[in-house]
């Protein structure tokens, strides 16, 4: 069964302009991470991100904020004042229990194109 | 700071070849992850490394192998290749049980002809 979700497949934005990028995800274990990274085109996937299960506060870095709703399962990331250089692919992914480390479960992607 | 280094970046290899590719971590990070990335299946994980110890492996076929030196260097391994092996290899390192991100290189990009 597919642990991360993202429905958007791809959007434009145009610049400056805010966009939310949809995330769920699926687990029974109560300690989890969940973590957006950004691929451009050149491959290298970049950590953005981050919200522990525990965590009562929704992360924030700099224009990119996690909107973590547990009850629902949902870690939308949003970015504040698009800039032509957020074009990119958004992967949301997540880290199931202490023991997981290094191994994340990717979503599909969200396709970002941002627009002057 | 250098960050993840992956060679080559590029690979072409023949069906039934065998394949090993690079990666060297951040300075100081000891734990290495390797991912398999394709357009049907997008990122995969393959296995994670920790201090020259595997740690975590993912669903893939014996034919994938991997390894740990003590300089925290790791290798990956593919043998007798198939063509649904073409795909984009990502390794991605920590500095120790991966609280919060890891730092992922750029890839080997490998195509199996």
């Known amino acids: 069964a597919q642990k991360i979700t993202q429905t958007q497949p791809g959007m434009f934005v145009q610049e400056k302009e805010a966009v939310t990028l949809d995330c769920t995800y699926d687990?029974?274990?109560?300690?989890?991470?969940l973590f957006w990274y950004k691929q451009p085109s050149s491959g290298e996937m970049i950590f953005l991100i981050y919200?522990?299960?525990?965590?009562?506060q929704n992360a924030t870095e700099g224009r990119y904020s996690l909107n973590f709703q547990k009850a629902r399962k949902s870690a939308n990331l949003v970015i504040s004042a698009s800039q032509l250089g957020d074009s990119a692919m958004y992967f949301c992914a997540m880290r199931e229990g202490a023991d997981s480390w290094g191994k994340f479960q990717f979503g599909a992607g969200t396709q970002v194109v941002v627009t002057p | 700071k250098a960050g993840v280094t992956q060679t080559p970046r590029y690979l072409i290899k023949t069906r039934g070849q065998q394949v090993t590719l690079s990666c060297s971590p951040i300075s100081g990070h000891r734990s290495v992850s390797w991912y398999q990335q394709t357009p049907g299946q997008g990122l995969q994980f393959l296995f994670e490394y920790f201090s020259e110890t595997q740690r975590n492996k993912g669903n893939f076929p014996g034919r994938f192998s991997g390894r740990q030196f003590s300089n925290s260097r790791s290798e990956m391994n593919v043998s007798t290749l198939e063509l649904g092996d073409s795909a984009l290899y990502l390794c991605?390192?920590?500095?120790?049980?991966?609280?919060?991100?890891?730092?992922f290189g750029s890839g080997t990009r490998l195509t199996v002809v």
């Open positions: 919200q522990g299960s525990y965590d009562q």
């Open positions: 991605a390192s920590s500095v120790t049980t991966g609280s919060g991100g890891y730092t």
């Open positions: 687990t029974s274990d109560p300690s989890y991470g």
